[in-house]
Structure formats: C-alpha cells, structure tokens
C-alpha cells in the first residue's frame, strides 16, 4: 500500500530552527509537495521538489532525497504565526496526490 | 469573488437526508477535486473532475456524487447521510496541464454533521 509519515506534533521556541521530516512509500513518484494548514482554515501550498536537493524560499526549505523516500520542510526563524500544521503529499505514478496525515507544530513564546 | 467559494461553511444534518456540497471556481481551472479530512487522517479524495464534462472517483467514493457541468462549478451531493459522513469538506481546483497535479488552490471548507 502506499504511506506517507509524519510526526504528529512537534513544538519549537520562537526564534529557532525547526525541521519536519517526512518519509514516503508510494506506487512510483512524480514530486512531492509541503502545505501549511492553520487550525480552522484551508491549506496552502508552501513548496513542491520534484528532483533531489533543497528548495529555498525565504524562510521555509524543503528537502528531497528520492532514492530515500525522504523529504525535511525547514523552518528559519520561527514566529508565532508559523504555529499550523504541516501536511506532506506526494504525487504518485497515477498523478494521484497521496496526503499524510499532517504534523501539528506549537511556537512557545 | 477570488479563487474558490464554498457553501454551506457549516452544517448540521439529520441522517437519510440529501445534502449538496457547493463549489465555485473563478480562476478557470480545468481539474477540480473534493476531499474530506478527518482528525488523524490525511486528506482524502472523494471524487474528481479532469475537465468540465468528466469526473472519476477517489479513493472514499462510497455514498457521494458529483458533477462538472462547466467550468467553474463542482457540486458534492450526499444522497442519504450518514454519521460517518461527519468531517470537514474541501474543494479544491488546479491548472492541470498534461498530466501533471499542478498547486491545489483550496477553498475554506464546509464542516459537516451528520446526526
């Protein structure tokens, strides 16, 4: 079958570095794309990797090793507002987007 | 309006009865999708539509339909809710071009109870 994983929950002080991982079993890969989702709202789309390496973008990053199954989304300078959660889906061999389950991040002041 | 509009936001339903998710895109995409989402789980597809005029099935069809009769609309109608039906609903829309996903522009959801 195919899975995407995630942590649940993580918590991080504002100010610091945070980095959600994200690891993936899937029927063929054609990209692999982050969301952020705050409580109550819709997603919205943060960054997609098709090919292996970092994708920086201000102060998010997101990572993808293929031949490990493995994404990271990197989190520079954490601010209140980036309390949310984080979701990670990855297109498979049908175009098919295939969602984890999402971890939630809590900024303690 | 701009981008995805969606109606009811919230609605409390008693089971058996006939609900129709609204969905409304102005930003001309062709590919449309419905999702729910359930605490502790990923978002899920219930049902999609390629283009106007087509729709497939997800991978949670059971118990929904739609239609795409032009562009810009994508009802979800439960015919005979049930308890189990009781989650947050997303429409979303992308700019599929060949085959490729695209970003996925969400409206802001439709919470759903079934009693």
């Known amino acids: 079958g195919q899975n995407i994983d995630q942590p649940t929950e993580m918590t991080a002080t504002e100010g610091a570095i945070v980095q959600i991982n994200c690891t993936y079993q899937?029927?063929?890969?054609?990209?692999l794309f982050w969301y952020q989702q705050h409580a109550g709202e819709a997603p919205t789309f943060l960054s997609y990797?098709?090919l292996d390496g970092l994708e920086e973008k201000g102060r998010f990053s997101s990572f993808l090793s293929r031949s490990k199954g493995y994404s990271y989304l990197l989190l520079k300078e954490l601010q209140m507002k980036d309390s949310a959660s984080y979701l990670c889906a990855v297109l498979d061999s049908n175009y098919q987007l295939i969602w984890g389950a999402g971890t939630k991040l809590i900024i303690k002041p | 309006i701009a981008g995805i509009t969606q109606a009811p936001t919230s609605q409390i339903l008693a089971a058996g009865r006939r609900m129709t998710l609204r969905c409304t895109q102005d930003?001309?995409?062709?590919?449309m999708y419905w999702y729910r989402q359930d605490l502790g789980l990923g978002l899920r597809l219930i049902h999609y539509s390629n283009t106007a005029g087509t729709t497939g099935k997800g991978e949670v069809p059971d118990g929904y339909s739609v239609s795409r009769a032009n562009t810009d609309d994508f009802p979800l109608t439960l015919a005979s809710a049930v308890p189990s039906q009781t989650s947050v609903y997303f429409c979303a829309s992308s700019d599929r071009r060949d085959r490729e996903t695209g970003e996925l522009f969400f409206g802001e959801g439709s919470r759903l109870t079934v009693l």
């Open positions: 990797n098709v």
């Open positions: 899937t029927s063929g890969f054609n990209g």
């Open positions: 930003m001309r995409h062709n590919a």
